[in-house]
Structure formats: structure tokens, C-alpha cells
């Protein structure tokens, strides 16, 4: 019986689709290295492939140049050879027996691999520009180089085990999908550019062993809203977490911490508020830039400088917190902005104040420099765009003509006399207010503990009435960090909810 035209061509077509199907599937067995060509033969088609026996980088040169449409690369039974006097588009002729070879299987489609047992490094962006979406790195791995995984767009997650001793700069950059990432290694520093552009990472776990975080290891992380500095940690890069998605940081158990990059913390749209303990750090320039959401800032009081742009832009800071007692210099352009703020004490060692420092505080109604015992040297045009005439800056006695003779004070409506919070200081001194609250001093720490209503807000100054400290909460008991206050004298003003307060003067 004869077949019909039609079923002729069905019979052909499942023929053809099975023969796909042999192909797009492929084990071989080689027997030395270089020679994967010679067994996939004009067939490249393929999309899963699996290798046994040895190879070396030309045979990657000939998957990345040849087989485009390879998906699936399986190497747990190949042990990679050395090659030397082939240069491949790498630019490279020298390859080391048991490493992925650089830039190995770089911008393949390759979204599935399985690396030999007996490998000990991957090379410089072996991986990177990929379409790898997991992988296993073998305990036998010892080092990973620069730019490994750059721009793995599909890679989600990651654990690089304990194994791994060395892990070069670039390792993560750019991979956009990363959620997850997980590093067993004792690793001494978080390389530079580590996670840079990883805007979906909301999750890093981290040995807390490392001393230093590299600069621009998580810049433009916006998911990573939370990370925890180890207490080891000495120094921080710069742009380290610029545009990352922090709320909060905490450095006061960072005591070996000596020195924060530029720009570290920049851009860091939800941050809001940050301790850097009580230790002598040097600050690098734009820390907080542009942080419109920070809300208070803790120095450390021995803090002489407020770099430039540190504080440019963060328009929510309470201006009355964030220059510690100690600062000598204020940088250009390192308070501009402060739309909100009214008043400002200035620290009475305070010699110079920068070219558009305190530029745009346009809600600015008095400015404190009774405690100066010198006019302060001015760069350019620090107050621009203030009605001056309209601000008071109250001075003393002795220094009072020197203000009236300088050259952008003199504009201000000079007193002679204080600015600072004269009902708050008499209050104390008096013990006064009607809230039940009992105040516990201890080590580094004071404790307000309300026997009624929950407390609104706490208030602590220095005797210069100077406001040191705000918080605004809803609890029935709080703990404030005094360390950098350490033996002097604070006054703490606690509002209750019901509107009722206890004022006190304390030596911590």
C-alpha cells in the first residue's frame, strides 16, 4: 500500500525533528586537549554539551567562537591542561593546567555549566557577560579572579565556599539579577567593585573576619537596605555604598575603624539616621551627600573637620546635632542646602568656614558665635541666597567689633549676647518638670524610663545649651549611646505623650 504526499512529508518531518533532537544533545570523550573540534565535526548546532577527558583554552576558544547556540556546558570529568604559545582573542597565550582559562566563556549563552572537581582558579572574567543563571564553584576552587562573573545578568544567587582564599576586584559588577550572595571565605578585604550595580542584592552574607570594604564594592546596590560592618573593619573605600539602598548604619563597636572614603555613603536615598562611634576616623569628603533622608548624624567628638559636601543636600538633618564640640574647620559646600534649619550653635573652636557652606539655609533665624573667642576666616560666599539683615548673630563682648568689621558678618544683625536655650538650661538647674521619669546612668549609656504615659521625645544639651541629641520615639523606656560625652555634663529634657516633662542636669 502506497503512502500518501501528505503523510510522506509528516514521516520526513519527525525524521528531521528527531535528528535535531540527537543533535542538540552531545558527549564526547576527548583524549587530549584542543581537540573538542574534531569530535562535534560540522554539526555546532548544539545546545547541551558534555565533555569527558582533557582540554585546554583553545578548546574554550572554539565553544565561545563556534558553538553559539551551546546552553548547557557540562565539564565535571574534564581536567583542564596548560597551554602555552596560542594566543587566543583574549589577547593571552599562556594558560596554567586546572584554571578557566580568561575570559574562558566570556558573552556566551551558556546558562547552566558544571566545572571539573579538579579546578583551582577561574581566570579574569572567565564568565563574565554570560547567561549563566547558577553555579557550583567546587571546593577546590582556591582563587577567583577579577571580573569573573561580571555582568551575568541572570545570575540570582551565589555561594562561594570557604576554600577560596582570593577573590579579585569586579568579581559581581553589573549583575543586575543577583539577590542573594553568600561568602564562606575568611576573605580580608571586600574587593574593589565587588557588588557594584547589583540592584537587586537584598542579601549578603558576609565572614565577619574582613578588615576593609574596597571602593565601589556596593555602589548602586538600591535593594541592599541593611549590612553589618565588622568590628575588625579598619577602613572604608571610597563611593563604597554610594546610591545603595542603607536605612541605618552603625560603627560604634568599630573600634579599629581609622578612615572613611569619599562619597562612602552618598546618595543614600533612605538612610536616615547614623553612629560612628566615639573614635578619632578620618572622614573623607561628600559623606552624606545628598542623603535626604538623614535625619541625625552621630560624630565622633573628636572630630576637627567637616569635609566638603559632607553634608550637601540632606535637608531633614537637625542642624543643632551634627557638628561635633570639637570641629575646627567647615568645608566648602559641606552644609549647604539646610533649608530647615533656623539656628545653628557654632563650635567655639571653629577658624574657618568654607566658600557656600551654609548657602540656601533659607529658614535661617539666628546664628550662635558667642562662644568664639576669634572671627572665624570665610571662603566664598558662604550664606548666599540668605537675607542676612534679617538674621541675628549673637557674639560676645570681646569679639564683637571684629564681627561688625568682617567681611560677610557684618551683613547679620549682630547681638551681644546667647543664643542659646535659656528656659531648658534654668529648667535643669531647677530639676524641674512633672513626668515621672527615672533616669539610670551607666557605662556609655543613659536610660530614661517613664513610670506613666510612653515617651514622645528626648532632648539632651551641652551647657551651652547647644542641642547634642533628639529622638523622637513612642516607648515606654529608651537607651541613649553617651560615650562621646564621656565626663561632662549633659542636660536631658523627656516629653511624655501626655505632654507632661522632666528636665534634669547630669554628669556622665
Request: overall charge negative; proline content about 2%; glycine content about 8%.
Amino acid at each position: 500500500m502506497r503512502l500518501n504526499t501528505m503523510k510522506i512529508k509528516i514521516l520526513l518531518t519527525l525524521v528531521a525533528i528527531a535528528n535535531c533532537l540527537r543533535l542538540s544533545a552531545v558527549e564526547i570523550t576527548t583524549t587530549a586537549g584542543g581537540t573538542i573540534n574534531q569530535y562535534i565535526g560540522d554539526d555546532t548546532d548544539i545546545s547541551i554539551l558534555k565533555v569527558n577527558g582533557p582540554i585546554n583554552a583553545a578548546d574554550f576558544e572554539y565553544i565561545t567562537s563556534t558553538l553559539t547556540s551551546l546552553s548547557t556546558l557540562d565539564l565535571s570529568n574534564t581536567t583542564i591542561e596548560a597551554l602555552s604559545g596560542v594566543r587566543t582573542a583574549s589577547g593571552n597565550s599562556e594558560f596554567k593546567a586546572n584554571e578557566l582559562p580568561k575570559y574562558a566563556l566570556f558573552g556566551t549563552q551558556i546558562s547552566e555549566i558544571k566545572l571539573p572537581e579538579s579546578i583551582i582558579k577561574i581566570g579574569e572574567a572567565a564568565l563574565g557577560s554570560s547567561a549563566i543563571s547558577s553555579i557550583n564553584i567546587p571546593t577546590s576552587v582556591t582563587a577567583i579572579d577579577d571580573y569573573a562573573f561580571v555582568g551575568c545578568n541572570n545570575l540570582s544567587e551565589i555561594n562561594i565556599p570557604s576554600t577560596v582564599l582570593e577573590i579579585g576586584v569586579g568579581l559581581f559588577k553589573e549583575c543586575i539579577a543577583l539577590k542573594k550572595a553568600t561568602i564562606a571565605s575568611p576573605i580580608a578585604t571586600i574587593t574593589d567593585s565587588m557588588f557594584e550595580g547589583c540592584t537587586n542584592l537584598s542579601q549578603i552574607n558576609l565572614q565577619p573576619l574582613y578588615n576593609s570594604i574596597g571602593n565601589d564594592s556596593f555602589a548602586n546596590c538600591t535593594s541592599l537596605s541593611e549590612f553589618h560592618f565588622s568590628n575588625s573593619i579598619t577602613t572604608i573605600g571610597d563611593n563604597s555604598f554610594y546610591n545603595s539602598g542603607l536605612t541605618t548604619i552603625s560603627l560604634e563597636n568599630c573600634n579599629q575603624l581609622t578612615s572613611i572614603g569619599d562619597f562612602a555613603f552618598a546618595q543614600c536615598k533612605n538612610l536616615e539616621t547614623i553612629s560612628l562611634g566615639n573614635k578619632s576616623i578620618a572622614l573623607g569628603k561628600g559623606l552624606f551627600f545628598n542623603d535626604t533622608a538623614l535625619l541625625q548624624v552621630q560624630l565622633p567628638s573628636s572630630t576637627t573637620e567637616i569635609p566638603a559636601f559632607t553634608f550637601k543636600g540632606t535637608t531633614s538633618i537637625d542642624s543643632e546635632t551634627a557638628l561635633p564640640i570639637g570641629t575646627k574647620e567647615i568645608g566648602d559646600y559641606a552644609l549647604y542646602g539646610w533649608e530647615l534649619a533656623e539656628s545653628l550653635l557654632l563650635p567655639e573652636r571653629v577658624e574657618y568656614i568654607g566658600s557656600g557652606a551654609m548657602e540656601g539655609w533659607t529658614s535661617l533665624q539666628k546664628l550662635g558665635a558667642e562662644n568664639l573667642s576669634a572671627v572665624p576666616s570665610l571662603g566664598n560666599d558662604v550664606w548666599a541666597g540668605l537675607s542676612q539683615g534679617d538674621i541675628y548673630l549673637y557674639v560676645n563682648d570681646a569679639t564683637a567689633d571684629e564681627f561688625k568689621a568682617a567681611d560677610q558678618w557684618k551683613e547679620f544683625t549682630i547681638v551681644v549676647g546667647t543664643s542659646a536655650i535659656d528656659e531648658i538650661i534654668n529648667d535643669a538647674n531647677e530639676e524641674s518638670g512633672n513626668a515621672n521619669v527615672e533616669f539610670i546612668i551607666g557605662d556609655g549609656y543613659l536610660k530614661a524610663i517613664s513610670k506613666g504615659a510612653d515617651i514622645a521625645n528626648i532632648r539632651i544639651f551641652d551647657l551651652n545649651g547647644r542641642n547634642r541629641y533628639i529622638a523622637n520615639v513612642n516607648t515606654t523606656s529608651l537607651i541613649v549611646n553617651t560615650s562621646q560625652w564621656q565626663s561632662s555634663v549633659i542636660i536631658v529634657d523627656v516629653q511624655l505623650t501626655d505632654n507632661t516633662h522632666a528636665t534634669v542636669k547630669l554628669s556622665i
